[in-house]
């Protein structure tokens, strides 16, 4: 069992920064991947990043130069900072990693509003 818990979140205005947060605990060992989804309103959650644990990354057109995913191993910890915000990039942010199963955190709000 692998369980995520998210932070970071909040109000910021377009063009502004935000930095996510992803604490893992359990059978950390057992995990590969680690990653983000993120789900708008009235909208099906979509890939936003993902880091494998050799470091590898993977990002959705839409964040590709604005958004750096990042992983501490040791921390067991995974990063997302969000450069540039949009309205757009408006949703509740998932954390999941990769291990036996897919694992969900439970989720943090990033609003984008002026």
């Known amino acids: 069992q692998v369980q995520l818990v998210e932070s970071g979140g909040g109000l910021v205005q377009p063009g502004g920064s935000l930095r996510l947060s992803c604490a893992a605990s359990?059978?950390?060992?057992?995990?590969?991947?680690m990653g983000w989804h993120r789900q708008a309103p009235g909208k099906e959650r979509e890939f936003v990043a993902v880091?494998?644990?050799?470091?590898?990354?993977n990002y959705a057109d839409s964040v590709k130069g604005r958004f750096t995913i990042s992983r501490d191993n040791a921390k067991s910890t995974m990063n997302l900072q969000m450069n540039s915000l949009k309205p757009e990039d408006t949703a509740v942010y998932y954390c999941?990693?990769?291990?036996?199963?897919?694992?969900w955190g439970q989720g943090t709000q990033v609003t984008v509003s002026s």
């Open positions: 880091i494998t644990s050799g470091g590898i990354t």
């Open positions: 999941n990693a990769l291990s036996n199963k897919l694992y």
């Open positions: 359990g059978s950390i060992f057992s995990i590969n991947a």
